[in-house]
């Protein structure tokens, strides 16, 4: 029994000059414009602040890379074959090789949980009033009478 999927030709759209974001692209071009500007009137302008100048200006130039981020992950292309899997068309042919995995998957993390709810480790906070003993070192800086270890019981 073989089905075939049937899978159109989709004609790629050709986007001319910077792309599908153009926005994105305008944002980080306007945002390094403005902070080239900005540190040339620290550089140059003679003001008293200047410092402030330059480094608001590098600043504003650092977080251009954000607008170019977006415009760069805005552009990437990836063909609708490579998307299958992603909007819940799975390829018939893979169909079983998935099932398979996650069958394993499932199983191996079902055992290592079982292994530490066996494995002795007890979560339950009441203890039945065990008794046990801590130890407080005091440091030179603090005064006290004795340079002993004190110890003190402590029933919980």
């Known amino acids: 029994m073989s089905t075939s999927v049937q899978v159109e ?5 050709n986007y001319g000059g910077v792309g599908r974001c153009k ?3 305008w944002f980080a071009v306007a945002h390094d414009i403005l902070g080239v500007l900005i540190m040339m009137v620290g550089v140059f302008g003679g003001l008293i602040i200047h410092d402030l100048f330059i ?4 600043i504003i130039i650092f977080l251009s ?4 981020v977006f415009w760069y992950s805005g552009n990437i292309d990836v063909p609708p074959e490579e998307l299958e899997d992603d909007v819940g068309m799975m390829k018939l042919k893979n ?3 998935s099932r398979v995995v996650r069958r394993v998957s499932d199983r191996l993390s079902s055992r290592i949980r079982d292994s530490f709810r066996r494995s002795g480790r007890n979560n339950n906070p009441v203890n039945g009033g065990t008794e046990m003993a801590l130890s407080t070192i005091y440091d030179t800086t603090i005064q006290s009478s004795s340079k002993e270890i004190m110890r003190e019981t402590l029933s919980i």
Do not use: Q
């Open 9 to 13: 030709p989709v004609m790629e759209i």
């Open 23 to 25: 926005c994105s692209f």
């Open 55 to 58: 480094y608001a200006g590098a």
């Open 65 to 68: 890379l954000i607008w170019w």
């Open 95 to 97: 169909r079983r090789l």
